[in-house]
């Protein structure tokens, strides 16, 4: 009988449990612009150097420089006076200088006045002329222009213009000085890869760990970049397009510059959103550019992150008539690669987190032809990761990193990195000199449930959280086939008011009825207890009771795992559902829809059955662990089984990490009730 896939069973996985920790809130730096070279910028320091000097000049040789403007009334008074030497008009306009200073205002704060100006005022004739030829005032008079100069009309109705054309001209000369031309308006055309060589942040396989099997496909590729001439003299030719798939995180980009790195070529790298614009034909213009890079830069490697964006099936949606950008991006993509001469040397990387939602002419032979799976890590692959990142960082002698291995499953590679800085962060904040074990049990803890809340709960709400949590880790330590109870606490993390942790002795591939089905008796212990103990339940097992619906409803639509509907998948993966409308081949008929929901609701009613079962039969355990959780607030896994009068069995790979493991209980102690109660 064949087994799934492994994409497959990861969709299991995935399915069961969404996230490594199940915990609601879990949280999980860019490089300065680059500034354009002097050179770009000398045009613009210019240009406002010039400004600055016209404005200077303008506002130092202005008509009526040095001059003060005093009133008309003044200036009468003072030609009757005879105090004014000379006057000149334009129009209305007088300027002139007295003969004697005249202050002006007539105040201690004005000041002497010997060149003025001012204006007449058109109220009618008043003889100013007859009495300013009787003074002996020396009168002059400037002829009035009619219309603009020509030089400024020439600077008004051709400046705006030759500008532009000089802009034009100076940007096409940088592009040409950069290597191309401006390939679209102001360059939109020309492709954004980074490129990355050889002598710079140079990245090998001895960078990347844990996915040992992916390196040994990949190294084909970096053999034929090496010595292609071996290849071609057997007659083979290397793949064009290698696609990597997998969960994100997992280091498919990391593995693609490692390639780069072992086969010591030029690395181009783009995301395939930065070829898309609101300019139709601007990605496949960027696309033409990459792929002319690249071939001249031969042998090189182009690597496409995110493919999704632009490789999504074509004919799902509406289009624009022929001119949906996406789509002609998509196309010219694959006319590149057909296009290719299998001796340029040049090869396609691409990654993805979504392989089912790109069209299939991708994925022909001559494209890319061939698809690794990255799938996370297991023990072994995590150590060696942890190995990896802790390369720079000084280690104390308590921290042994198979055992944080072993107590982090489900963790990819970027969360490890992520570990490793937390607890050399964690260690710096309480000043130690390296890196201590209790340094990564406090870094896990704050990764997957947050910091402490420091929060003051009642008596009664205390206690009513130690039972829930109680009720986790009882039915955790006596359920046949649980996961084992690595840490019980009370104290509020995050939006959690407890918490209970499990994690495997071994890493899961494939999960059993009987599993599933303990998974969700435990899940529902916290509300359990609550029944059991106060006869009445509260809001905290909200996210408990949204975990084993999950679980029981893929158990009923998609695993096969309920008698009544048989051996038949009718839900879809989680993230690959769709919008089905009513009446297609693919809508669920309502019968359907009422046996998948009445089917969960048995599997659950009978767990949570068990789960009281259970816990009655064990009500002098749950009372003790109940009690040492409001003593202590927080216990791990000897003390827990020990309080419980339970045997835990032993096992070399637990490990003394007792931060680390999965939650199976979500932060199931909701402060307030969630907005529909």
Same mark, same amino acid.
């Given at each position: ?327 002609? &991006? ?137 039972y829930h949590e109680a009720g986790h880790a009882i039915l955790g330590m006596v359920e046949p086939g649980a996961d084992p109870v690595r840490k019980v606490s009370i104290v509020p993390r995050g939006r959690a008011l407890g918490v209970t942790f499990q994690s495997p002795d071994i890493e899961r591939y494939g999960y059993d009825v009987a599993y599933l089905r303990g998974r969700i008796t435990g899940a529902l212990g916290g ?10 339940? &509260? &809001? ?47 809508a669920l008929s309502e019968a359907t829809r009422n046996l998948v929901e009445s089917e969960t609701r048995r599997i659950v009613d009978e767990c949570y059955a068990r789960a009281l079962k259970k816990l009655r039969d064990n009500r002098v355990r749950l009372d003790r662990l109940a009690a040492a959780l409001l003593e202590h607030e927080t216990l791990d896994e000897l003390d827990a089984y020990q309080v419980a009068g339970l ?10 990490? &007792? ?19």
């Amino acid at each position: 009988m064949e087994r799934r896939p492994q994409a497959e069973r990861d969709h299991t996985r995935e399915a069961l449990d969404p996230s490594p920790w199940r915990v609601e809130g879990s949280r999980r730096a860019e490089t300065p612009p680059v500034r354009p070279p002097w050179r770009a910028r000398s045009f613009w320091v210019v240009l406002l150097v010039v400004l600055v000097i016209n404005y200077v000049l303008g506002a130092a040789l202005a008509p009526g420089t040095g001059r003060v403007s005093v009133p008309y009334t003044l200036f009468r008074a003072q030609v009757q006076a005879g105090n004014v030497a000379d006057v000149e008009s334009k129009n209305d306009e007088i300027q002139g200088g007295f003969r004697k200073e005249v202050r002006y205002p007539k105040s201690q704060d004005g000041q002497e006045v010997k060149r003025f100006q001012t204006v007449r005022p058109s109220l009618g004739d008043d003889g100013l002329l007859t009495l300013l030829i009787d003074k002996g005032v020396a009168v002059n008079a400037k002829p009035v222009q009619q219309g603009r100069p020509w030089w400024e009309t020439l600077l008004v109705g051709f400046g705006p213009t030759l500008l532009l054309v000089g802009l034009f001209v100076l940007m096409a000369r940088r592009a040409a000085a950069a290597g191309g031309g401006l390939g679209g308006l102001g360059g939109l055309g020309r492709s954004r890869a980074k490129r990355y060589e050889h002598s710079e942040q140079r990245t090998t396989f001895a960078d990347v760990a844990g996915i040992d099997e992916v390196k040994e496909e990949l190294a084909e590729i970096v053999e034929f970049l090496r010595a292609p001439d071996r290849f071609r003299a057997l007659g083979a030719t290397i793949p064009k397009g290698v696609l990597l798939t997998g969960l994100p995180g997992t280091g498919k980009t990391l593995l693609a510059r490692a390639v780069a790195g072992e086969a010591d070529v030029p690395f181009f790298s783009m995301s395939a959103s930065e070829f898309i614009e609101m300019v139709v034909g601007v990605g496949a213009s960027r696309v033409r550019d990459l792929f002319e890079q690249a071939k001249q830069a031969a042998p090189a490697i182009i690597f496409i992150d995110e493919l999704d964006a632009i490789g999504r099936a074509r004919g799902g949606g509406p289009v624009m008539g022929g001119h949906d950008e996406r789509e002609q &991006t998509l196309n010219q993509i694959l006319t590149e690669m057909d296009g290719f001469d299998p001796r340029t040397g040049v090869i396609v990387l691409a990654a993805t987190n979504r392989p089912d939602i790109l069209d299939p002419a991708l994925l022909r032979p001559g494209r890319f032809d061939r698809r690794v799976m990255v799938n996370p890590p297991d023990r072994d692959g995590r150590a060696a990761i942890l190995k990896v990142h802790t390369r720079s960082v000084p280690l104390a002698d308590d921290v042994d990193l198979d055992q944080v291995a072993s107590q982090t499953p489900g963790m990819v590679g970027a969360d490890l990195r992520n570990l490793v800085n937390e607890a050399a962060l964690t260690a710096a904040r309480h000043r130690h000199e390296r890196v201590e074990l209790a340094d990564f049990t406090e870094a896990l803890s704050r990764i997957i449930l947050g910091s402490e809340r420091r929060i003051t709960l009642s008596p009664e709400e205390r206690k009513r959280t130690a039972y829930h949590e109680a009720g986790h880790a009882i039915l955790g330590m006596v359920e046949p086939g649980a996961d084992p109870v690595r840490k019980v606490s009370i104290v509020p993390r995050g939006r959690a008011l407890g918490v209970t942790f499990q994690s495997p002795d071994i890493e899961r591939y494939g999960y059993d009825v009987a599993y599933l089905r303990g998974r969700i008796t435990g899940a529902l212990g916290g509300r359990a207890a609550e029944e059991l103990v106060y006869g009445d339940i &509260t &809001t905290g097992a909200e996210s408990d009771l949204e975990q084993v619906t999950r679980i029981a409803r893929q158990m009923v639509g998609r695993w096969g795992m309920s008698d009544a509907v048989g051996p038949v998948s009718i839900l879809p993966a989680p993230g690959q559902e769709q919008v089905v409308l009513p009446g297609s081949a693919d809508a669920l008929s309502e019968a359907t829809r009422n046996l998948v929901e009445s089917e969960t609701r048995r599997i659950v009613d009978e767990c949570y059955a068990r789960a009281l079962k259970k816990l009655r039969d064990n009500r002098v355990r749950l009372d003790r662990l109940a009690a040492a959780l409001l003593e202590h607030e927080t216990l791990d896994e000897l003390d827990a089984y020990q309080v419980a009068g339970l045997e835990r069995a032993q096992d070399g790979a637990r490990g003394e990490l &007792t931060a680390a493991g999965r939650v199976v209980t979500e932060p199931s102690r909701a402060k307030s009730p969630p907005a529909s109660t």
